[in-house]
């Protein structure tokens, strides 16, 4: 054969064989980090099992906290992709020990191993010790349970509080969006706990935070739009709008009122009164 019909005869077959190539690397499924954005808090380990702690920060403060949660078969380095988990925070004090709010533990979405919940730390030790963390978990029909010390350290800002309604029930507010505020028409989220009982702190339904942002150092001038908080049923918290009309440190009174309308604490802001004492704090 001729070497002018050669040439055309090889051609063809090597693009044949880097099409097929092609198609079967198409054919391999990516890669996907299911942590990504994410930062490791601790691992907790159990038998043959480690329990990974993350969040986007990589720490635990007081307030609100996103934790997301993997478990590793330490025989194979694999993760379990079904099992069930639940958590009990417990801060040891002097002469006691008490618990703080939380959620349920489930499946984040369009994840395979990683699973998600929240909880809020309503304070600390200085050096951030103090608190335990209980993990209940069942795989495959098999029932473990660990304990281990964690730190929590103190967030700059106020973004939790605890206190003594007039009612004389114990409460705690937490401030969860905006975690990147701008100066803007901010979208404000907070949670609304009770104390039942040193270990339980359900959610606190129906009720309205009022809300009046000032800038202390700036005239304690406040901003315009802004709205009160109320319940949200599907998402378990309060929302509103929250005007920052511009950067620095402000100062966000409340107000906490009953179903009835009630006042349970805090006061108006006036020339007399410049900061109610139910208030959360944002600095950016």
Known sequence: MKLKYILPILFIALMSTACSSDDDNNDTPPVINEVEGLTKIQDIINNNHTIELWSKSGDFYTGYNDVSIRIKDNTNNTFFEDFTISWLPVMQMPTMQHSCPKSTITKAPGRDTVYQGFVIYQMTNTDGSGWSLTLDYAIDGMI????????????????????????????????????DPKIAINNMKVGLYKMENMMSFPIVE?????????????????????????????????????????????????????????VLKGEDVTEDNPQSSLYLELEF
């Open 144 to 179: 473990y349970s660990v304990t281990d010390t964690i730190t929590v350290l103190q967030n700059n800002d106020q973004n939790v509080t605890s206190f003594m309604g007039s009612d004389n029930v114990r409460y705690i507010l937490a401030l969860i969006e905006p975690k």
């Open 206 to 262: 129906d009720y309205t935070i009022t809300l009046d942002p000032r800038m202390p150092g700036m005239g304690n001038h406040s901003s315009p739009n802004n709205t009160d908080l109320t319940y949200r049923s599907v998402e378990g918290n309060y929302q509103g709008n929250l005007s920052l009309t511009m950067t620095g440190y402000w100062v966000l009174n409340l107000k906490l009122l009953d179903d009835m309308d009630t």
